[in-house]
Structure formats: C-alpha cells, structure tokens
C-alpha cells in the first residue's frame, strides 16, 4: 500500500512544540518507534504510564494514567491498557461476553452503565506514553485525574489476575469493524491503484506554491482529504 506521506514537509505544530517544549519534543522524537516504547511496557507488574488519546477527551486534557493489562492476543503491536481513571466495575463483574458488549457500545447508548475502561495502544503508530511520575501532581489536579485513584486501581487489578484472562478472551474474538472518518486511518483500509499512485506522485512533483492551480483527479474519495492536509503542511514554506 502506498502512503500519502504527510510527514515529509516539516510540520508547524511540530516545530512548535520543539520552540516551546524543547525537552518534551527531544523525549516524543527518541520515543517514537516501537522497540523504545515496549521498553516502558511491564505487564507482568502492570506498571502504570501516563498516556495521552483522543479518546480520553478533552474536559481531561486527552490525559489519563494507564495500566498495560496484557498484549493482544493475535497483535504483537498492541498492548491492552486499561484507563485507571475509569471505573473498573465492568472488569471486575462482567464476564468475557457481557464485557465484549459493552466494550463495543457507543457511549451514547450506555445510559448510565459505566464504559468498559479498556483500549487499545498501537506501539507501532507513534502512541504518546510516558511514565507515571512524568505527570506532576498540580497538572494533575489541573485535569481532573485523581493520581490516588488511579493508583487504587491499579493495585485492584493486581489483586484480580482473572481480569487479564477475561480481558485477553475479549481481543481474542475478532473486533467489529468501526469505519473511521479520520483520513490517514482510512489509509489502512485499502490500496490505491496504478493511476492514483501515478496521480499522487505528479502532486509530490510539484512546487507548493503551484498546488492550489494543478487540475488533477482521483478514483479514490480518501486522497482528496489527503491533498487537502498535504496543501495545509506545506503551506507554511511558500505562503510567508
């Protein structure tokens, strides 16, 4: 599969983040390949790690403190994690089945039943972990995570090994597809073909300040949105 490469031009929120978080940026650049980051990974122990998703939302800062429960089963990139600021009653009361529905509801259906606190952690796309002590206690009270909670259940998942079997029995079955609407997740879907690739390599070719005037078109819907954030990277070097 060819990948529209988005991380060719230099990014703007890139070299904001190494003006003002010099430090920040140097420990995300030496962490983002996936043998440095198994090195923070301790199932056994389940060594809590600060983690940083989208998924956690923003009222937290998309921060929670995380616990690495077991690998998938069938994906030796992926670590279950469980997001100890959650509630871990569905871990501890569900069974594999009961706890596989849940995991798979929309949280706008669950009315008020809690959210299976589990997710996956993908090692091999550049996933933000650090270790727990990394998260300072006023950024903390800042977001709203109670670092004593979260440390709680951590322990209370140590004291239920079971947990991790029924977790792991979850992932073993196949995961329902959930079509994404971010575009470079799309890309995992499937391969372009010869004329698109062809296409794509015309607009690598041509100058940045000459993209919004080429006239080209694409049998795949996904590569508009893809020229549309490759315009916006490289506009930065020739609109100044």
Request: hydrophobic share 40%; net charge positive.
């Amino acid at each position: 599969m060819t990948r529209w490469p988005m991380c060719t031009p230099p990014s703007p929120w890139r070299n904001w983040v190494k003006t003002r978080q010099p430090r920040l940026f140097d420990y995300l650049y030496s962490h983002r390949n996936k043998r440095k980051l198994a090195t923070l990974i301790d199932v056994p122990q389940m060594k809590p790690l600060v983690h940083v998703s989208g998924m956690f939302g923003a009222a937290r800062g998309n921060t929670s403190l995380v616990a690495p429960l077991a690998w998938h089963p069938e994906n030796r990139n992926a670590v279950i994690m469980v997001d100890l600021a959650g509630d871990m009653a569905p871990l501890l009361e569900l069974d594999a089945d009961a706890l596989r529905e849940r995991l798979y509801t929309p949280r706008a259906e669950l009315g008020d039943l809690p959210a299976a606190p589990i997710k996956l952690v993908h090692l091999n796309k550049c996933p933000v972990l650090a270790q727990a002590n990394t998260l300072r206690p006023q950024d903390a009270d800042r977001l709203g995570i109670s670092i004593q909670r979260c440390l709680e259940n951590a322990q209370l998942l140590r004291a239920n090994p079971q947990v991790r079997e029924k977790v792991v029995a979850v992932y073993a079955e196949a995961e329902p597809f959930v079509p994404s609407e971010n575009v470079d997740a799309q890309l995992y879907n499937g391969f372009f073909s010869d004329a698109d690739r062809a296409a794509m390599k015309i607009v690598l070719e041509t100058e940045p300040r000459n993209l919004p005037a080429l006239d080209i078109t694409f049998a795949d819907k996904r590569i508009e949105r893809l020229l549309f954030n490759y315009r916006g990277a490289q506009l930065p070097r020739h609109a100044r």
